[in-house]
């Protein structure tokens, strides 16, 4: 059967023919190493990566066997188990903020938590967050993530219907990166304010010197909890997250992708006393913030995230993984740069995408100012080399060989031919 095929198959039963997640119009077949192949045959170098749990390559032999063990003993069962207890543990000894565990199966799930468990602990609503900022599927997180009518801060425009205007009123939204507004808005909300969230890098923008450093300042002086959404960047950054890279520690952090070694499988963590409201019989009916979940700490899941921590804590590992995204950094940086066309190379080493501007890059409004043609040219070209990405990230894998590497420079210098504008 061929891709086309699987793609008429899916706009039958799919609304709009897809999962929701990614361009529906290639379906992969398979994974190995750092690369995929679609359901026709064609080979693509992973800069995907499934979107980042993906971090040491697909089909990696000690985590399938890590796996095939544990499936021999049991796939889940909505019972504390062993495994699940040891990557708690595991996360407690490399997360800085992390004192407790709890499981959920999506980063989106995570974040919706850390928001509620910040209202539980300080008997506050009001939640702040940053425009452009992903953080889940929740009602709360669907606030000013994409907004195409920019309207004043601090209102908050809804990403998507269904949405009680009464959510709105509870949410406060700050431009990333400007921390004097963010210090107007807590002055005036800050006892209002139960938790500010934030991605430490905001999808693909570096926090400005001193912005995340002023967030747990104001945070402290207030009685606010900073939570860091630590999805994307926990386990990719630093072993530690961005919170060991950027040595600011928030009172909670959300994980997931990597810790769960392509399985479904995320996690609040934080300090102890904040983490207490998952325990009725610590903080009481009143206090108690109910969370339970069908697959949350699955035993498979666990064994994976433990298997793949085990390999990134190997010596070298975050060096390699700088090392292959510093040269994709530089060989795009020096073939647009070669070609005439403003841009921006934007992000970390590990995770970083180009934005086709000549103006910096500190916050959304600045992103979505980038010729989007350009880029999607631009990535349109990529595809055609045999590369696979997202259109706005490059997730860089401890898979990739120097090979592949030369492989997607020669990409990048055929991309960037005769691109409009």
């Known amino acids: 059967m061929t891709q086309q095929d699987w793609i008429e198959r899916a706009r039958n039963v799919l609304p709009g023919g897809g999962f929701g997640n990614f361009d529906p119009g290639i379906i992969i077949r398979n994974g190995q190493g750092s690369r995929v192949w679609d359901e026709d045959g064609n080979e693509y170098i992973d800069y995907l990566i499934g979107s980042g749990p993906m ?22 069962f909505f019972a504390n188990n062993a495994a699940g207890i040891e990557l708690a543990e595991e996360i407690c000894r490399a997360v800085a903020c992390a004192e407790q565990v709890r499981y959920v199966s999506s980063g989106g799930e995570a974040d919706m938590y850390a928001m ?11 939640i702040m967050k940053f425009e452009g900022g992903y953080h889940g599927m929740s009602a709360e ?9 920019l309207t004043n801060f601090p209102m908050a425009v809804p990403d998507s219907a269904g949405i009680p205007a009464s959510v709105r009123d509870e949410m406060l939204i700050a431009p990333f990166n400007d921390i004097d507004f963010a210090r107007s808005l ?64 928030p009172d909670v952090c959300t994980l997931g992708k990597i810790i769960g070694g ?26 108690f913030l109910m969370q339970l979940g069908t697959l949350s700490g699955n035993p498979v899941a666990a064994v994976a995230g433990l298997k793949t921590m085990e390999i990134l804590r190997r010596p070298g590992s975050y060096e390699r993984l700088r090392h292959c995204g510093r040269k994709l950094m530089d060989a795009i940086h020096t073939h647009l740069d070669g070609a005439g066309h403003a841009h921006q190379i ?26 989007a043609e350009k880029a999607a040219a631009f ?37 960037v031919q005769d691109l409009p504008g």
């Not at 938790?195 to 002023?214: D, N, S, T, Y």
């Open 55 to 76: 971090l040491i390559g697909h089909g990696h032999p000690e985590v399938l066997d890590a796996v095939q063990e544990q499936l021999s003993k049991g796939m889940t």
């Open 116 to 126: 509620r468990l910040a209202r539980a602990f300080t008997g506050r609503n009001k």
């Open 141 to 149: 997180a669907q606030m000013s993530l994409a907004p195409t009518k």
């Open 186 to 249: 807590i002055a005036e909300y800050g006892d209002q304010i139960a938790g500010i969230i934030v991605e430490p890098l905001q999808r693909i923008i570096p926090p400005a010197p001193g912005f995340l450093e002023a967030l747990r300042e104001e945070c402290d002086a207030h009685g606010i909890i900073l939570i860091f959404d630590e999805i994307v960047t926990g386990f990719r950054f630093a072993y530690g997250g961005a919170q060991e890279l950027y040595g600011v520690t």
């Open 262 to 287: 392509g399985f479904p499988l995320a996690a609040i963590a934080g300090r102890a006393d904040i983490m207490a409201h998952f325990d009725k019989s610590r903080v009481g009916p009143e206090g």
């Open 346 to 371: 934007v992000g970390d080493p590990t995770l970083f995408d180009v934005v086709f501007t000549d103006q910096r890059i500190a916050n959304y409004r600045d992103v979505i100012k980038g010729d």
């Open 379 to 415: 990535n349109a070209r990529l595809r055609e080399r045999g590369i696979f990405k997202s259109p706005g990230k490059v997730y860089p894998s401890l898979a990739l060989t120097d090979d592949d590497l030369a492989e997607t420079i020669e990409a990048i210098a055929y991309a």
